[in-house]
């Protein structure tokens, strides 16, 4: 049974970065395809882009492009989300997932259902 | 991108009546390729991450209980639980995977009436 383990909450300065880790634990993790989404207070939810190591893809959503990054490392079955030149508007609460159903052409990924789940991170950014 | 609307956005039912939340994609989600609509539900309790439900529109997932049923196709699809139960009250998510940049709904939020 996959599980998936988030690092703790996290209060950051506008303009700054912030690292978001999720520990995978079950299965082969080069296999797992891992997502980044996020929900905001009172809003829904919002894919941010996600990884495959086994076919060593990772693709982005066009509005976080550039200003976010997702890696792994195989080592210690861990992937992290990174976000960079924060503002109000990224406090949130940050979740890893896992797609059980992924399929890559030549040109892109299309990613299917999520789950498991992490445990979620919260993210506050705040002068 | 495609647009999810969800209604509505809160609901208050009774015990052991029926829910119905409806989801409403800006794009059509049956791809004829495979005759699948590409659409899932999750249900997400206060303090917890979202939870799988169904998956191709209508695919309940291990150990969901069958009061919960999936259905529509195209663009219009809805989400039933059939005898609502304490343990339903939650925000229920509807996603499409239909392109390459996926996007939920807004969610509807259920309670007791």
């Known amino acids: 049974q996959v599980q998936l383990v988030q690092s703790g909450a996290e209060v950051k300065k506008p303009g700054s970065s912030v690292r978001v880790s999720c520990k995978v634990s079950?299965?082969?993790?080069?296999?797992?395809?891992i997502s980044w989404l996020r929900q905001a207070p009172g809003q829904g939810l919002e894919w941010m882009g996600g990884?495959?190591?086994?076919?060593?893809?990772?693709n982005y959503a066009q509005k976080f492009q550039g200003r976010v990054t997702i890696t792994t490392d195989e080592s210690t079955g861990t992937a992290y989300m990174d976000l960079s030149s924060l503002t109000s508007e990224d406090t949130a609460v940050y979740y890893c997932?896992?797609?059980?159903?992924?399929?890559?052409?030549?040109?892109?990924?299309?990613?299917?259902?999520?789950?498991?789940w992490g445990q979620g991170t919260l993210l506050t950014v705040s002068s | 991108d495609i647009v999810m609307t969800q209604s509505p956005d809160s609901l208050a039912v009774s015990l052991g009546e029926r829910a119905t939340i409806n989801c409403k994609s800006s794009?059509?989600?049956?791809?004829?390729?495979?005759?699948?609509?590409?659409l899932s539900w999750y249900q997400q309790k206060p303090g917890q991450p979202p939870k799988l439900l169904i998956h191709w529109a209508f695919i309940r997932e291990s150990g969901v209980p069958d009061r919960f049923t999936g259905s529509g196709s195209g663009t219009d699809f809805t989400l039933t639980i059939s005898s609502l139960q304490p343990d339903d009250v939650a925000v229920y998510h509807c996603q499409q995977y239909y392109n390459t940049l996926l996007t939920f709904g807004g969610g509807t939020n259920v309670e007791i009436k």
């Open positions: 997932a896992k797609a059980p159903e992924v399929y890559c052409s030549a040109d892109d990924c299309y990613w299917g259902w999520f789950d498991p």
């Open positions: 990884t495959i190591p086994i076919f060593e893809t990772t």
């Open positions: 794009q059509v989600l049956l791809k004829n390729s495979t005759n699948k609509n590409y």
């Open positions: 079950g299965g082969s993790f080069r296999s797992h395809a």
